[in-house]
């Protein structure tokens, strides 16, 4: 069974940076983050698979980072030169086979709750 433990979520200005964390148990393939404003859609944001294919939506390129420890156990997500439209809840998610920024990932956390103010 896959579990999903995120972590690192919180409140900055705009401009700032935060970084999340996702534990995982159990093997999944591809893994990434997704975040849903209130009212608005769930999103991909970026995933990750273990044939280094790796995928961001067009509003987080060049400001937000997916990587992953040598145990391939917890992956991370740093955000930096945060703006207010980045405020969501943020979500790990996990599947066994590639899922790009597709919203049928199998697996998904609980959520981490990041606020960016202006």
């Known amino acids: 069974q896959v579990q999903l433990v995120e972590s690192g979520g919180g409140s900055v200005h705009s401009g700032g940076s935060l970084r999340l964390s996702c534990a995982t148990s159990g093997y999944t393939y591809s893994r990434g983050w997704f975040r849903q404003a209130p009212g608005k859609e769930r999103e991909g944001v970026t995933t990750?698979?273990?044939?280094?294919?790796?995928i961001y939506a067009d509003s987080v390129k060049g400001r937000f980072t997916i990587s992953q420890d040598n145990a391939q156990s917890t992956i991370y997500l740093q955000m930096n030169n945060l703006k207010p439209e980045d405020t969501a809840m943020y979500y790990c998610?996990?599947?066994?086979?590639?899922?790009?920024?597709?919203?049928?990932?199998?697996?998904w956390g609980q959520g981490t709750q990041v606020t960016v103010s202006s």
């Open positions: 990750t698979d273990r044939d280094g294919n790796t």
């Open positions: 998610v996990a599947d066994s086979v590639r899922r790009w920024l597709l919203p049928e990932y199998r697996y």
